[in-house]
């Protein structure tokens, strides 16, 4: 079964400094991953998501991760944080579901990131 | 475009009573979803839907009914509340059930279920 775990349930950073948010995936075949933001108390926007054109794939906000199958992972980054930026991510694999060419999102447990004026 | 919306934003029930959540789309998007965030355990789908008159269930329907009558909105049915069902719901469209579409998800319900 395809899944995704996050490690860490909570980043802090300071302002200006690099994030790095980690998503490893499991999955027996290619998989089509997504990033997801949270701020508070709103639903989730799509940041970025990997469909198998490009290993570095660019985001809104300056975000980006890079598709990595040697070591399974699908990690965010920023260079450099912004108040702004403070959010939970979620990160999300596309997998089968009941047949017929569906598909659904499984999603992360979440980090939440912390942006330290 | 709205978007996505969901009424209401807050909800409060004793256990047993019903309610229905309301979700609504005007992107004329097929795929409808509806998820429970839950702290520390991201989102886990409860019932979809691919297309008007087409619902099934997802990861943990129980309690939960949907319909779909037009393809612009999905209710949620609460049959009898539980504490457990106190949660935070989402609802999501897509314009198709491919592995690569991106889903739109509305602001949200908090529920409480005393």
């Known amino acids: 079964a395809q899944s995704v775990t996050q490690l860490g349930s909570h980043v802090s950073v300071s302002e200006g400094a690099l994030v790095l948010l980690r998503c490893n995936y499991s999955s027996s075949v290619p998989p089509y991953l997504f990033w997801y933001v949270q701020y508070p108390n709103q639903g989730l926007q799509l940041l970025l998501k990997?469909?198998?054109?490009?290993?570095l794939v660019k985001g809104i906000n300056g975000f980006e991760a890079e598709f990595k199958k040697s070591e399974t992972s699908f990690h965010l980054t920023k260079p450099s944080a912004h108040m702004s930026d403070a959010a939970e991510y979620f990160c999300?694999?596309?997998?089968?579901?009941?047949?017929?060419?569906?598909?659904?999102?499984?999603f992360g447990k979440g980090t939440k990131l912390s942006v330290i004026p | 475009n709205a978007g996505v919306t969901q009424t209401p934003k807050f909800q409060v029930l004793k256990t047993g009573q019903s309610m229905t959540l309301q979700c609504a789309q005007d992107m004329n998007h097929e795929y409808m979803s509806w998820y429970r965030q839950d702290p520390g355990m991201g989102l886990r789908l409860i019932h979809y839907s691919v297309g008007a008159g087409i619902t099934d269930q997802g990861e943990v329907p129980n309690g939960y009914n949907v319909s779909r009558s037009t393809t612009e909105d999905f209710p949620l049915r609460l049959l009898s509340a539980a504490p457990s069902q106190t949660s935070v719901y989402f609802c999501?469209?897509?314009?198709?059930?491919?592995?690569?579409?991106?889903?739109?998800f509305g602001p949200g319900t908090r529920l409480t279920v005393l």
């Open positions: 999501a469209s897509s314009f198709n059930r491919g592995s690569t579409d991106t889903q739109y």
């Open positions: 990997y469909t198998s054109a490009a290993t």
């Open positions: 999300a694999v596309s997998v089968p579901y009941s047949g017929a060419g569906s598909y659904q999102l499984t």
